[in-house]
Antibody
Framework: QVQLQESGPGLVKPSETLSLTCIVS??????????WSWIRQPPGKGLEWIGH???????NYNPSLKARVTISVDTSKNQFSLKLISVTAVDTAVYLC???????????WGQGTLVAVSS | EIVLTQSPGTLSLSPGERATLSCRAS???????LAWYQQKPGQAPRLLIY???SRATGIPDRFSGSGSGTDFTLTISRLEPEDFAVYYC?????????FGQGTKLEIK
């Protein structure tokens, strides 16, 4: 059974960098046909796809966040990470990691972690 | 970017009833590249349907998806107590991949 678990600080100051990690168990991040994704959900709002990356480095980012986002895979630790620079209050959200099937859907997902941007 | 609009925002039904959830796209979703997810409070979203009508592994057959083009539907034939949750549609026909705002299915 594949499981994903997010970890990282729950509070980030404005203008700083948000960094989160997603630990993968039950599967390898080097599995073919999969990308490793981040999605976020601001309080009371819908889901927003942030981007995804394969272990070979192929990536695709949401244009609305592309200038500030980096997603990377660490094959030695079987995990992947999100970095979002220059955060503001609008980046406050629950951040979820998920495995993205190259056919286009997300399965499975982590439970999500709330990150607040505040001084 | 394809905008997905889900309706209704909230659906109040009783166990045993039939639920029909709608997802409308602002432009055609190519090749029926649409998925449905279920999310319960404090839990990870769960894939229910992909390809507009294919059930994911382990999903009961009371869940069914249909539609094409711009109009898609998730139907739950007979509601079980564990089905009350928030449901999201997602299109993967074109990047950026987008989600609907969700339909909350609550017990009447």
């Amino acid at each position: 059974q594949v499981q994903l678990q997010e970890s990282g600080p729950g509070l980030v100051k404005p203008s700083e960098t948000l960094s989160l990690t997603c630990i993968v168990s039950g599967d390898s991040v080097t599995s073919g046909n999969y990308y490793w994704s981040w999605i976020r959900q601001p309080p009371g709002k819908g889901l927003e796809w942030i981007g995804h990356v394969s272990y070979t480095g192929r990536s695709n980012y949401n244009p609305s966040l592309k200038a500030r986002v980096t997603i990377s895979v660490d094959t030695s630790k079987n995990q992947f990470s999100l970095k979002l620079i220059s955060v503001t209050a609008v980046d406050t959200a629950v951040y979820l990691c998920a495995r993205f099937d190259s056919s286009g859907w997300f399965d499975p997902w982590g439970q999500g972690t709330l990150v607040a941007v505040s001084s | 970017e394809i905008v997905l609009t889900q309706s209704p925002g909230t659906l109040s039904l009783s166990p045993g009833e039939r639920a029909t959830l709608s997802c409308r796209a602002s432009q055609r979703v190519s090749s029926s590249n649409l998925a449905w997810y279920q999310q319960k409070p404090g839990q990870a979203p769960r894939l229910l349907i992909y390809g507009a009508s294919s059930r994911a592994t382990g999903i009961p057959d009371r869940f069914s998806g249909s539609g094409s083009g711009t109009d898609f539907t998730l139907t739950i034939s007979r509601l079980e107590p564990e089905d009350f949750a928030v449901y999201y549609c997602q299109q993967y026909g074109s990047s950026p991949y987008t989600f609907g705002q969700g339909t909350k299915l609550e017990i009447k």
